[in-house]
């Protein structure tokens, strides 16, 4: 009508992104596995190679969570082929005797877990690389259709990296580089606004200094892109991570001088942001940043041969001199890791080698270090993967001592449901037979109705697949095991002759498995990383209190007494580093509901109070170690005294010993109140030490100011 208001119609609701991705993966698992499965059933009638075409592409595509873009995860998937023959034909040998099976079930279920000490990837593989060494563990017991199960499992991961990589292809995030890149130009940046008047940041540089820094940690960036290998590139690359991030975070703090500095100390910062112009263009695919390194480090020599103890420099002087060589040490230690991230071994930066200690060890080495490190009770990755090679090896037992029918499926029951922590475990089990249960009645009602038409099956399957594959990832583990319920009978439809029992014997396997999980979660460390992080936050402070107390005696006696090539105490607090972080990545992905009323942590603080321990000594202790003066040396050991003594209070309050009093986390008073913090004749090296105590001690004050214990840490 004219002159009416045009009508507004509402907007179609956009695909949710969780349905798209999941539905993207869902197409190419289809595409492969009906492809294969129906080429060796129909055209070449080989059920073996069928069976293992499909299930190949269940096991890698379905199963498993191998991080990054299709064609990332094709990549993966092409250096596992040879891995997938040797678990198939490991598990066609061994099966013909129980006890073998079994004792192979917990070798290989155990090794395949523990891999996930290799990073990401590895540990995205494991569960699908499980599936296929479970399938040739159950009957049918005939080594003589080895050359068929090889044949069909090739077939089928040929077929899935192929639709990996060709189909609907997603864009590639930034790459780790690129954003370690995007910090040192940040970071380029701040130096030079620092060098000039009025020698201050602004509060929103300060703030985007923040984010940056947050976006380097681990847990913010996609797991493709994690620099988490062992390797000699994937530990300089997190060496960068760390590097960046401090720079970061000295530059945004460094304190307005109560006057114009000197020359050598806007010298300092200008030659700071041209290294790290340079570091980022080394990140980005340049040449090393050998000339700019020599250069900021002519330059902090210049600064650090200034005299001190004189009164044209006054204490709050003093100080801005020690952060400005802080941020010095952290720009080179940015440049030296990026050259080793990029080059490796043929890395042109000259560094101190015990920071770098990696580049001389041998890639095997380096592999031996990584499993020795997490090869003990404390790690949560050694814990997860002894949980399920037990469970794992029960579940065979009782399938071959009972013979219980389709005890395969019993076992990937086992392996999909078991969780790190028994309440974890206790929640999946309920849902999943819950999903279970009403898979079983739609399955029952299908084979009732559709009988021993096996081409009605046929149709059926592949929309069947799209339907499980895109909605289970997303709708959880109830909706994923009734959806799987389903399809595994219009797959052994079309292989014999099944009536509805076949959904009870499916009910009956779901049932077992997941007892069987239960039953090992609640034997097998049932708190999974809930109890593990504080054991392995009050080792990491423990370990950060004697390398305290070592560094400020060493400092405090002008300490050419560190000849090691590493500090010492270094080794211990790196490995406690390692076992708390990945204890810490597991914390965040666990239910809440065993943290109980603890006190309230800041598990993050923690690992940034190891840190900024281990930068600190190696700084600190970097010759030469200038002899301090006697009430400089006094003050510095009593300083490092008192920091440790509170870092071994948090310790206590967070893992009590039998007969510690019971303690809340302490709110850490200022350390320093009784102590006089601009002693006579206090050198530089004083203040650098004051101001890593210090950064130590807002740590452990914001460790215990932190959040209740939870998943969001």
């Known amino acids: 009508m004219k002159g009416a208001p045009a009508r507004a119609f509402p907007a179609a609701p956009a695909f949710p992104a969780a349905y798209a991705a999941s539905g993207r993966r869902a197409v190419r698992v289809a595409l492969a596995a009906a492809i294969g499965f129906y080429l060796f059933r129909y055209g070449l009638d080989n059920p073996v190679a069928a069976t293992y075409a499909l299930f190949a592409v269940v096991s890698l595509g379905g199963l498993s969570r191998i991080p990054g873009t299709g064609r990332q995860r094709a990549a993966t998937m092409l250096r596992v082929l040879p891995v997938c ?35 990401p990837r590895p540990a995205g593989a494991a569960p699908g690389l499980q599936l296929l060494y479970m399938l040739p563990s159950f009957p049918p017991y005939d080594p003589d259709s080895l050359g068929d199960r090889l044949v069909g499992t090739t077939t089928g991961l040929v077929l899935l990296i192929m639709a990996e990589a060709l189909f609907r292809p997603e864009p590639t995030p930034a790459p780790y580089e690129e954003r370690a890149a995007r910090g040192a130009r940040i970071a380029a940046h ?27 940690r681990s847990l913010m960036v996609p797991e493709a892109e994690r620099p988490a290998g062992p390797d000699v590139r994937a530990r300089a690359l997190a060496h960068t991570g760390l590097a960046v991030r401090t720079l970061l975070n000295r530059l945004s703090w460094l304190p307005a001088p109560p006057r114009t500095p000197e020359p050598e100390v806007t010298a300092v910062l200008r030659a700071v942001a041209d290294l790290a112009t340079a570091t980022a263009g080394c990140l980005s695919g340049g ?68 920071r770098f200690w990696y580049t001389a060890v041998p890639l095997p080495v380096l592999w031996w270090h990584r ?39 019993a076992t990937l029951a086992t392996l999909s ?31 009732t109705l559709v009988g021993t038409h096996t081409d009605v099956y046929a149709v059926l399957l592949p929309l069947w697949m799209l ?68 054991r392995a936050a009050a080792e990491l402070l423990r370990s950060a209190a004697e390398v305290v107390v070592a560094t400020t005696s060493s400092v405090a006696g002008g300490a050419a007494a560190i000849v090691s090539a590493v500090p010492p105490g270094h080794r211990s607090l ?30 993050q603080a923690t690992l940034i109070a190891a840190h900024h321990t281990l930068w600190g000594s190696e700084r600190l202790l970097t010759p030469p170690v200038p002899v301090p003066a006697p009430a400089t040396a006094r003050a510095v050991g009593a300083l490092g005294e008192r920091t440790a003594g509170r870092m071994l209070l948090v310790s206590a309050a967070l893992d009590p010993g039998a007969d510690t009093p019971s303690l809340s986390v302490p709110r850490v008073d200022p350390l320093f109140a009784e102590f006089n913090p601009e002693p006579v004749d206090a050198s530089r090296q004083y203040y650098a030490v004051l101001g890593w105590l210090e950064s130590l001690a807002a740590d452990l004050a914001r460790m215990s100011r932190g959040r209740p214990d939870s998943g969001t840490g």
Request: charged share 15%.
């Open 190 to 216: 701040f130096a030079s606004t620092l060098a000039v008047p009025p020698y201050a940041l602004a509060d929103a540089d300060r703030e985007a200094a923040e984010q940056t820094g947050r976006g380097l």
């Open 467 to 534: 339907l499980a594959f895109t909605v289970g990832p997303v709708k959880g583990v109830g909706w994923a095991q009734g959806l799987f319920t389903v399809l595994v009978a219009l797959v052994f439809a079309q292989l014999e002759p099944s009536t509805w029992q076949l959904a009870e014997v499916r009910l009956l396997d779901v049932f077992v498995g997941s007892t069987i999980g239960a039953v090992v979660g609640l034997l097998a460390w049932p708190r999974g990383a809930q109890s593990e992080m504080r």
């Open 371 to 409: 499993l020795r490190g997490h090869a003990g009770r404390r790690s949560v990755l050694f814990q997860n993967a002894v949980r399920i090679a037990l469970a794992l090896t029960v579940a065979r037992l009782v399938a071959g001592i009972d013979t219980l029918p389709h005890g395969f499926w």
């Open 417 to 447: 449901l078991t969780r790190t922590t028994l309440e974890a475990t206790r929640r999946t089990v309920r849902l999943a037979l819950t999903g279970t249960l009403a898979g079983a009645l739609l399955t029952a009602a299908i084979l």
């Open 574 to 603: 790196h490995h406690a580093v390692v076992l708390a972080e990945s204890a810490y990545a597991q914390f965040q992905s666990e239910p809440t509901s065993l943290t109980g009323k603890g006190p309230s942590v800041d598990w």
């Open 85 to 119: 023959w040797a678990l198939v034909v490991i598990g066609t040998y061994l099966s013909v005797r129980t006890w073998s099976a079994v004792l192979g079930m917990l070798a290989v279920g155990f090794l395949l877990a523990f891999s996930a000490v290799g990073g």
């Open 287 to 354: 040449s090393s940043p050998v000339r700019q390194y020599d250069a900021l480090s002519t330059a902090r020599a210049a600064l650090v041969a200034m005299p001190a103890g004189t009164p044209g420099f006054p204490p709050a002087v003093l100080r801005g001199h020690a952060a400005v060589l802080e941020i010095a040490d952290a720009a080179l230690a940015t440049a030296a890791a990026a050259d080793r991230a990029v080059r490796g071994r043929h890395a042109e930066v000259e560094a101190p080698p015990e």
